[in-house]
């Protein structure tokens, strides 16, 4: 039974099918040559296909047609969505540890000095008028009144103490009155001036700013490495030098957005004590009234602190784990080791914490202190009435002039009138060192003030662990092959 002839071009010889062997050399014949028993076989021009397609046609790129601008669009208003709900799920956090950053907590304050009495001259009055001094008692006390308070030039009354009720400023939260985070979120809650929604200023700044750091880094990381390591294999790991530099530029690239953002979250939202609109309206004020570009990036009160805090982030999150691992004697990988790496991972973040967040804090208070002509910001929390110097001037005097004792609970003095002046010198100071008794040395320094906010991002960090080993865990399940 003869083949169809429409089978014909398809058929292939059994004994050939799967063979990797070299054919053989055909051996000279003479004579007209034979026609070939086996079909001949070519490459095809046409590209391989590949599967991927198969689950998105649209990244198919060989196409005429290139992109789909379409779902290029989907995919960055998805992202930009997805970056917007995260920021302000935790923005309230960011709101209330950058308050505690930049408040200001003198070490005298205490409470509110009395008011000095000032007893009337009744002798005066008693020579003027005899029938006045006819009916006075003469063992009645002298009496006394409210001495006046000191004014400025402007006829206001001088502040003495900033847990002054009478000349706090309306759209000031007490100082002391946080002694955390979440202390601070629930003051700004029930404060008057700011409320619910005060918990997400600079939403849109933060929203910004996170957005184009994830999408900068990476570019200009691997921007260096075909700079300065074009023959690098894939296979191996470059130099930590990359992403610290990486870091570095892009924390100095977007520093105006992190300027804008810290005082957009300080200032008011008294709409008559609010400095700045907007984002936008911010940046045009600072660039007309601080010096421009310049004076926005190369400021010594601005770029020094960026300088040292990009650098320092990096340098922690990606060098500590290795040291760390190396002190305790244990080789340890990431993809060898994951659970183990992730607990030195956690273990280097704690400790970096205490390095990097005295820099944040110095960063945050030159931050918020205007420059050139601008005026000065009217912020929700107690800020510094004088200016710092720099870094090294931020640092000594968060140390030496505030107090770390928060909540500041106040003592109030009992005074005598029939003691005599050396018995309330000693009643004074009776009542200074119960007070310092019960601060203990934190009355007496700063150095909390500078970590501001830990115990929230020491959670953060455990928090971050324990979603890393969940997901180590479930997913662990070694190479799959489709």
């Not at 530029?249 to 008294?270: A, E, H, M, Y």
Request: charged share 20%; proline share 9%.
């Amino acid at each position: 039974m003869s083949t169809p002839p429409s089978l014909r071009d398809l058929y292939i010889d059994p004994s050939s099918a799967w063979a990797f062997l070299p054919p053989a050399q055909p051996q000279p014949v003479s004579g007209p040559e034979p026609s070939p028993s086996g079909p001949s076989y070519q490459w095809s021009a046409r590209p391989s296909h590949n599967s991927i397609f198969d689950l998105s046609p649209s990244l198919d790129l060989s196409e005429p047609s290139g992109v789909n601008v379409t779902n290029l669009f989907k995919a960055l208003v998805a992202s930009a969505v997805l970056q917007y709900t995260s920021t302000a799920i935790a923005n309230p956090w960011e709101v209330g540890r950058l308050l505690l950053q930049v408040q200001w907590v003198p070490r005298n304050a205490g409470e509110p000095e009395e008011p000095e009495l000032v007893e009337e001259n009744d002798d005066a009055m008693s020579d003027s008028s005899n029938d006045d001094s006819y009916f006075a008692d003469p063992h009645a006390a002298p009496t006394r009144h409210t001495a006046p308070r000191p004014t400025d030039d402007q006829g206001y009354v001088i502040r003495r103490s900033v847990l002054e009720e009478g000349t706090r400023p309306e759209y000031v939260i007490p100082v002391g009155s946080a002694d955390g985070v979440w202390g601070m979120i629930k003051r700004i809650v029930r404060f008057p001036g700011e409320g619910w929604l005060a918990l997400w200023k600079g939403l849109l700044t933060s929203t910004a700013m996170e957005m184009l750091s994830s999408t900068t880094q990476p570019l200009i990381h691997n921007f260096l490495q075909s700079v300065f390591f074009p023959s690098m294999s894939p296979f191996h790991q470059p130099p930590l030098l990359l992403p610290i530099a990486s870091h570095l530029i892009t924390g100095f690239i977007l520093s105006p957005l992190d300027l804008i953002r810290t005082r957009l979250i300080v200032q008011s939202s008294i709409p008559r004590y609010r400095t700045y609109k907007g984002p936008l309206d911010a940046l045009s004020q600072i660039l007309r009234d601080e010096g421009g570009l310049k004076g926005i990036y190369f400021h010594p009160h601005l770029f020094i602190p960026t300088i040292i805090d990009n650098t320092l982030r990096p340098v922690v999150s990606l060098a500590f784990p290795g040291m760390l691992a190396g002190y305790f004697g244990i080789h340890i990988t990431e993809e060898l080791n994951p659970w183990a790496w992730a607990l030195v991972e956690l273990g280097g973040s704690c400790l970096g914490l205490l390095i990097t967040l005295p820099f944040e804090t110095i960063r945050r208070r030159l931050q918020v202190q205007t420059r050139g002509n601008a005026k000065p910001i009217r912020g929700c929390v107690e800020l510094r009435p004088r200016p710092y110097n720099g870094v090294v001037d931020a640092f000594w005097h968060i140390l030496t002039e505030e107090r770390s004792d928060l909540p500041i609970r106040k003592v109030r003095k009992r005074r005598d009138s029939r003691v005599s002046t050396k018995g309330k010198e000693r009643v004074e100071a009776e009542a200074e060192e119960e007070e310092a008794e019960e601060g203990g040395w934190f009355r007496y320094t700063g150095i909390a003030q500078l970590y501001r906010g830990l115990g929230m991002r020491l959670g953060a960090s455990v928090i971050m662990f324990f979603l890393e080993f969940f997901s180590v865990e479930e997913g662990d399940g070694g190479w799959a092959e489709i």
